[in-house]
């Protein structure tokens, strides 16, 4: 199974901020790589998908890098709709998901 | 525009079954997959297993083998996925999840809340 690391678990910002999100996976997964925002008690949401494709309505303060390995989610500057817990998914054999990273107010 | 529809929220004891439904509208039922995907509370999202509604192929996530069991209706645009023996680990929001080869999990239904206590 493919495994998937995200980093960090909790990060603190405020709006305005550059915040970046590293994601790794466990063996090459070429760019099969998808990014998701969940807020509390809401189903997620995808923001990204093949690594730096923006999906549809998304705004393009967020943004996708990497292939391989080693993959980051980018948002240029934070705003207030934020904050949330996002979430990177394999999808090169089956499905995993990363732990999370929690997006805080500091 | 595309919805995806689930059942209510259940409350079951240690061993019984749960069947959740996740009826699709706004495209051709038979043209994608459906994922099922559940979080336990406070915890991260955890893939169960895909079912492809074009021929009822499946896959499921190792720990769950032998315990899932992923159908479709494609009469009605229904998926179901069935959860036996439960136990209070299984306790989690399950959502369901349209499937693409190019682009994942792109619409999510809202969750259904299974509550497993004695």
């Known amino acids: 199974d493919i495994q998937m690391t995200q980093s960090p678990s909790t990060l603190s910002a405020s709006v305005g901020d550059r915040v970046t999100i590293t994601c790794r996976a466990s063996q090459s997964i070429s760019s099969w790589l998808a990014w998701y925002q969940q807020k509390p008690g809401k189903a997620p949401k995808l923001l990204i998908y093949k690594a730096s494709s923006l999906e549809s309505g998304v705004p393009s303060r967020f943004s996708g890098s990497g292939s391989g390995t080693e993959f980051t989610l980018t948002i240029s500057s934070l705003q207030p709709d934020d904050f949330a817990t996002y979430y990177c998914q394999q999808y090169n054999s089956f499905w995993t998901f990363g732990q999370g990273t929690k997006v805080e107010i500091k | 525009q595309v919805q995806l529809v689930q059942s209510g929220a259940e409350v079951k004891k240690p061993g019984a079954s749960v069947k959740v439904s996740c009826k699709a509208s706004?495209?051709?039922?038979?043209?994608?997959?459906i994922s099922w995907v559940r979080q336990a509370p406070g915890q991260g999202l955890e893939w169960m297993g895909w079912i492809s509604a074009y021929n009822g192929n499946t896959n499921y996530a190792q720990k769950l083998q032998g315990r899932v069991t992923m159908t479709t209706d494609t009469s009605t645009s229904t998926a179901y996925m069935e959860l036996r023996s439960l136990r209070s680990d299984d306790t989690a929001v399950y959502y369901c999840a349209r499937v693409t080869a190019m682009v994942p999990f792109g619409y999510w239904g809202q969750g259904t809340l299974v509550t497993v206590s004695s």
């Open positions: 706004g495209y051709t039922f038979t043209s994608y997959g």
